[in-house]
């Protein structure tokens, strides 16, 4: 099989270092694997939420008046970080649109981008000339913020280590004969062992930077992830909708790993923001979905379909509670 261009640049990597961290090697594989694929949808490799339902960026926008009334945001810009193909700031938009007082004050949409491919995707489906393109959150100017993060915080590179004994030892990639292999230093390791603990060091940065940003204002980060540490791998890869072997066709496949909420919300906590979290289920029920749902299959009348979506989104056994909503929130004071 011809090498990956992603596989290259880490066999690259190891050839100066001897072995790659985990984290460079998913920034790596990260990077080509959103430059150069269709990521999203049936014919893709995996399906995020606004892909199954205009409901969920719709309940977004319901969720982005209401906070902007509650928080007394007047004149304030709107951030989508890893908006992927535009869908859910597109229906956010649609959604909010009868709100003229709300659109009166929403100054700039900031789309936080590093796919060159998505972006240009992005700018067709948002259509919108408040929209400004950025590469990072550091782009956006600090003040009144609404900032929304779906399945962003997941592709961020995580670290690993392992415990031998008792001291944690850093697992790494090297290149054994000619294959990829785990390993700990020189020993090769099994990932899938017990004793493993991650860490997201660039999300945490990355939090800091939004909550630098939030001046005053609110973010909603959705994803898949937990509240205390698993002591196991959650790297995994997905292609074609199946799970993947993560060295192999590296770029080609997404590699995700589970969102560390709790580490999350100490960040939040520590820099002065109130936070609330809860799964995607309960969040989109409250916001209303349900009434949303019936008032489709009213106007659409395509109810097996409209509730085949609801049941994705808010299902325990389906997206409803793996998937959290962390809400933080901070007041002008
Ligand atoms: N929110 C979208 C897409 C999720 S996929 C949805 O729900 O459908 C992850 C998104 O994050 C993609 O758009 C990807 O290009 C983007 N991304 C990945 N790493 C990034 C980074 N470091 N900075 C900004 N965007 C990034």
Redesign the pocket.
Known sequence: MPKTQAQNEILNYIKQHKAIPIDEFMRIA??HY?ANNE??GEQGDFI????ISQMFGEMIGIWCIQTWRKLKLEKFSLV??????G??MKDLLRATKHDKVFNDNLDKIYM????ER?KQIQQQEVNDERGCWV??IDQVPEGNLLVI????F???PIKQYKKIGESWKEIVVVDKDDKLSFALDNHVVDIHDKDILETSLESLE?AKCIAKKLVHGAMLIIDYGYLKKPNASTLQAVKNHKFHDVLKDIGNADITAHVDFAALIEVFNELGFENHITTQGDFLLDQGIGIRAKKLIENVAKEKVIMNQLNRLVHPEQMGELFKVLEVAKENK
Request: charged share 25%; proline share 6%.
């Open positions: 990260v990077k959103y990521p999203f995020t939420s606004p892909e989508e970080i890893g908006g992927g193909k869908l859910l936080v981008e590093t796919s998505l590469d990072h993060a779906n399945e962003f997941d592709a961020l990355y």
